[in-house]
């Protein structure tokens, strides 16, 4: 496991280098896809790329190793709710996790480690609020 971990990362260290270094653009999922549908395709074929990437990219996986079952537990409006809220956060943010915890902490950006330490510090307070208030 620590192996993959450790090829993952470099993987994602090295796409975030080349997209910085050839395209001049952060690697930012929230901002990629929102300006996916903010500009004419035309100028959008490497966000496309991209987040076709993402959705491939498990299927692919999944002929060499089976993807490992995921159990969704909780209430289904509860994650809906969840995922809206993340989005219009990172929109509020102007970033995101991977666009602030990859790219700007890299970059020694202040900005995105104090928008990184906010995402985990209300990370923790919605577990601690889940688990020992709600239920």
């Not at 959008?44 to 299927?59: D, H």
Request: glycine share 14%; proline share 3%; with cysteine.
């Amino acid at each position: 496991m620590i192996i993959q971990s450790l090829i993952g990362g470099s993987i994602i260290g090295i796409a975030v280098s080349l997209l910085l270094l050839l395209n001049g653009k952060v690697l930012g999922v929230s901002g990629i896809l929102g300006e996916l549908f903010n500009h004419p395709l035309s100028k959008n074929y490497w966000r496309l790329f991209f987040v076709l990437g993402l959705l491939i990219s498990p299927l692919i996986y999944s002929i060499f190793h089976p993807i490992p079952l995921i159990e969704i537990s909780s209430n289904k409006l509860l994650i809906i709710v969840g995922g809206l809220l993340v989005g219009f956060g990172s929109r509020l943010g102007s970033g995101c996790t991977s666009g602030h915890g990859v790219c700007g902490l890299a970059r020694l950006s202040v900005r995105s480690f104090i928008a990184t330490m906010t995402f985990i510090f209300f990370g923790f307070v919605t577990v601690f609020v889940i688990q020992k208030v709600l239920i």
